[in-house]
């Protein structure tokens, strides 16, 4: 079984985010960058499955700049067997490529690549969007599990535990499938040594969207960038009427 795992370069979960002073993006200077949290569940949940020999290659893919590599490194040193780096120039400070060109791209990477499972995570830290599985999956008609938090191949099926509103959701699909993966699903490990210095020589082939056809033209205009507005301190009320008013005139939550 091959295994097709999409990785994304964001700025740090740790860093601070800094608005620029003109409103237009994140201010990226001297900031800390790793792959995306979810990302790094989804690589360790594809080399766990290739530990326990139910998956013979893991490939793993990231669409972004030239430093976009050093995160495909990075999953390679913790078990992937090679990489894919689709270089572009789209500015990452309000979060890069749309979700639906990133899926375009993928679904060519898998029409090329011939994967029976895609893991990836649910969403990047940098620009929420939750898109990129589930359009893919429209685009390639296959099968779906969200919101993994557990994982188990069985031949030709693959087993999804979901977290949903209500609790869990056990899914079965039939394989070629996709999984985007939750925070419970496992925790990721740190890269030996070794196998960092391993990484260094292993494949990495770098291609542009143009190589896929697909145009990363963006249909969205971003307006303004600005921080939440800071949160006010709480106050007493000296009855349940007097709440009732400020939840219904102040906050206009009733």
Known sequence: MKILVPVKRAIDYSVKIRVKADGTGVDLNNV??????????????????????????????????????????????????????????????????????????????VEAEKPDLIIMGKQSIDD??????????????????????????????????????????????KTPAIVTTDLRLNEPRYAALPNIMK??????????PEDYGVSIAPRLTVVKVAEPPKRKGGGKVASVDELIDKLKNEAKVL
């Open 199 to 208: 990484a260094k020589s292993k494949p990495l082939e770098t291609k542009t």
């Open 128 to 173: 929420d969007s939750n898109q990129t599985g589930q359009m893919l999956a429209a685009l390639l008609g296959w099968a779906q599990g969200t919101f993994a938090s557990k994982v188990e191949l069985d031949g030709g099926h693959v087993k999804v535990t979901r977290e949903v509103d209500g609790g869990l959701e056990t899914v079965s699909l």
């Open 32 to 109: 800390k960058m790793s792959m995306n949290p979810f990302d790094e569940i989804a690589v360790e949940e594809a080399v766990r499955l290739k530990e326990k020999g139910k998956a013979t290659e893991i490939v793993v893919v990231s669409i972004g700049p030239a430093k976009a590599q050093d995160i495909i490194r990075t999953a390679m040193a913790v078990g992937a067997d090679r990489g894919i780096l689709v270089q572009t120039d789209v500015p990452t400070d309000i979060g890069g490529v749309e979700p639906l060109a990133v899926a375009k791209i993928l679904k060519a990477i």
